[in-house]
């Protein structure tokens, strides 16, 4: 059953946390939704990822920061509508190596993270605002 609340529940986050692409979607500046698959993680109550510097999303939320993030499975689905920021105090190292760990094993996450580190990334946080899900 799809249901509307602001935070997520138990089993909402035991879905989110399961190593499935995230599709980020931020407002490009005619109106139109940009929408690409990305690494996610949560943490405290906030979705973390790793986007490049010159990305399209990042130019989209400083201008507009209203989100819709997307995770699913063929068969389950968790929606999450919040708002983006770019967070410069985090440890892009960290936030890095912790995603392509999660996506990629430990071994190939670590050598991966290093690559993608030497180019210049941004930490970004997205704070939940309404989360809608099925068959969660």
């Given at each position: 059953?799809?249901?509307?609340?602001?935070?997520?529940?138990?089993?909402?986050?035991?879905?989110v946390?399961?190593?499935?692409?995230?599709?980020f979607?931020?407002?490009?500046?005619?109106?139109?939704?940009?929408?690409?698959?990305?690494?996610?993680?949560?943490?405290?109550?906030?979705?973390?990822?790793?986007?490049?510097?010159?990305?399209?999303?990042?130019?989209?939320?400083?201008?507009?920061?209203?989100?819709?993030?997307?995770?699913?499975d063929?068969?389950?689905?968790?929606?999450?509508?919040?708002?983006?920021?770019?967070?410069?105090?985090?440890?892009?190292g960290l936030?890095?190596?912790?995603?392509?760990?999660?996506?990629?094993?430990?071994?190939?996450?670590?050598?991966t993270?290093?690559e993608?580190?030497?180019?210049?990334?941004?930490?970004?946080?997205?704070?939940?605002?309404?989360?809608?899900s099925?068959?969660?």
């Amino acid at each position: 059953m799809t249901r509307s609340h602001p935070r997520l529940t138990a089993r909402e986050i035991k879905f989110v946390t399961k190593p499935l692409y995230c599709k980020f979607a931020s407002i490009n500046t005619d109106g139109s939704p940009h929408v690409t698959p990305t690494w996610s993680m949560y943490e405290n109550g906030l979705f973390v990822f790793s986007i490049p510097a010159t990305a399209v999303k990042v130019r989209n939320i400083e201008r507009d920061d209203r989100v819709t993030l997307l995770f699913d499975d063929a068969y389950s689905w968790v929606a999450v509508r919040g708002r983006a920021k770019v967070n410069a105090h985090r440890d892009i190292g960290l936030d890095t190596e912790r995603l392509a760990v999660r996506y990629m094993g430990r071994r190939e996450g670590v050598k991966t993270a290093a690559e993608i580190v030497e180019r210049k990334h941004l930490s970004v946080e997205v704070t939940p605002e309404t989360v809608i899900s099925d068959n969660v």
